[in-house]
T-cell receptor
Framework: GAGVSQTPSNKVTEKGKYVELRCDPI?????LYWYRQSLGQGPEFLIY????????DSGLPNDRFFAVRPEGSVSTLKIQRTERGDSAVYLC???????????FGQGTRLTVV | KNQVEQSPQSLIILEGKNCTLQ??????????LRWYKQDTGRGPVSLTI?????NTKSNGRYTATLDADTKQSSLHITASQLSDSASYIC?????????FGAGTTVTVRA
């Protein structure tokens, strides 16, 4: 596609529920990143994919968070047993290669009530 | 502790005026330093990218400077326009990891 696309743009869920956030990267980009941005803060790194594999998941806050990229294109960030503290904007970015300029999607605003 | 600190946290300027945003970082080593513009409800968009050997980089009315010795960068906005109202984020990268500042929120008023 022309840019990085994230769906849904907004998600409201109840505490304890499971959510999935989707990211469609720019076609041909091998690297894909997930970030989380809390209100008034800069984005924080969660996980990075090179192709299908999670090359670095050191930013995932705990084991309730998991991300996949089964075919090396679309990625899904999965959050189990959501907590109110998970409320944030989840940003996805992709780049042509490792370390190249990253292009961001518009983000998914997750609200846990 | 955040390795990228930005100041001021926010500022208001009149349309047509200039302003300068500051970024201090402790990330070392680093591959490059980037300034992003983030409109409300949108993802960050790259304005400038500088390697450690570059001192200045311009993109239209945006000019970024870098002093790798003092680990400081600035973003200068010339002849501000209403559309410049946004958050400006300083980002220091090493390899594939990006370290983001908290951003400076700029409001341009007519």
């Amino acid at each position: 596609g022309a840019g990085v696309s994230q769906t849904p743009s907004n998600k409201v869920t109840e505490k304890g529920k499971y959510v999935e956030l989707r990211c469609d990267p720019i076609s041909g980009h091998t690297a894909l990143y997930w970030y989380r941005q809390s209100l008034g803060q800069g984005p924080e790194f969660l996980i990075y994919f090179q192709g299908t594999g999670a090359a670095d998941d050191s930013g995932l806050p705990n084991d309730r968070f998991f991300a996949v990229r089964p075919e090396g294109s679309v990625s899904t960030l999965k959050i189990q047993r959501t907590e109110r503290g998970d409320s944030a904007v989840y940003l996805c970015a992709s780049s042509l290669t490792l370390g190249a300029e990253a292009f961001f999607g518009q983000g998914t605003r997750l609200t846990v009530v | 502790k955040n390795q990228v600190e930005q100041s001021p946290q926010s500022l208001i300027i009149l349309e047509g005026k200039n302003c300068t945003l500051q970024c201090n970082y402790t990330v070392s080593p680093f591959s490059n330093l980037r300034w992003y513009k983030q409109d409300t409800g949108r993802g960050p968009v790259s304005l400038t990218i500088m390697t450690f050997s570059e001192n200045t980089k311009s993109n239209g009315r945006y000019t970024a400077t870098l002093d790798a010795d003092t680990k400081q960068s600035s973003l200068h906005i010339t002849a501000s326009q209403l559309s410049d109202s946004a958050s400006y984020i300083c980002v220091v990268s090493f390899d594939y990891k990006l370290s983001f500042g908290a951003g400076t929120t700029v409001t341009v008023r007519a």
